[in-house]
Nanobody
Framework: QVQLVESGGGLVQAGGSLRLSCAAS????????MGWYRQAPGKQRELVAT???????NYAWSVKGRFTISRDNAKNTVYLQMNSLKPEDTAVYYC?????????WGQGTQVTVSS
């Protein structure tokens, strides 16, 4: 079983920055990809960014150049640095990890960007 604990959400004005963190703990053999999805009210959950164990990254086109995903493999932690935030970035952000035994999700953290 893998537990994911997220932190770092909150309220910020447009143009501001936030940094999300997600730490994985529990019993697992290895973690492959880690990353973030988000879900805005009335919309489907969408991919934000992912990073593999080797450091390869992938971003949604809407966040490219503004968000940066990184990972500390020794701490089993993934980060999402979000800069130049826009009101349309407002959503609940969910961390996930793809471990050897399956895919796990965090509880979600609210990010609200005011105009």
């Amino acid at each position: 079983q893998v537990q994911l604990v997220e932190s770092g959400g909150g309220l910020v004005q447009a143009g501001g920055s936030l940094r999300l963190s997600c730490a994985a703990s529990g019993s697992f053999f290895s973690i492959n990809a880690m990353g973030w999805y988000r879900q805005a009210p009335g919309k489907q959950r969408e991919l934000v960014a992912t990073v593999t164990g080797g450091g390869s990254t992938n971003y949604a086109w809407s966040v490219k150049g503004r968000f940066t995903i990184s990972r500390d493999n020794a701490k089993n932690t993934v980060y999402l640095q979000m800069n130049s935030l826009k009101p349309e970035d407002t959503a609940v952000y969910y961390c996930y990890c793809h471990a050897a035994q399956g895919v796990y999700w965090g509880q979600g953290t609210q990010v609200t960007v005011s105009s």
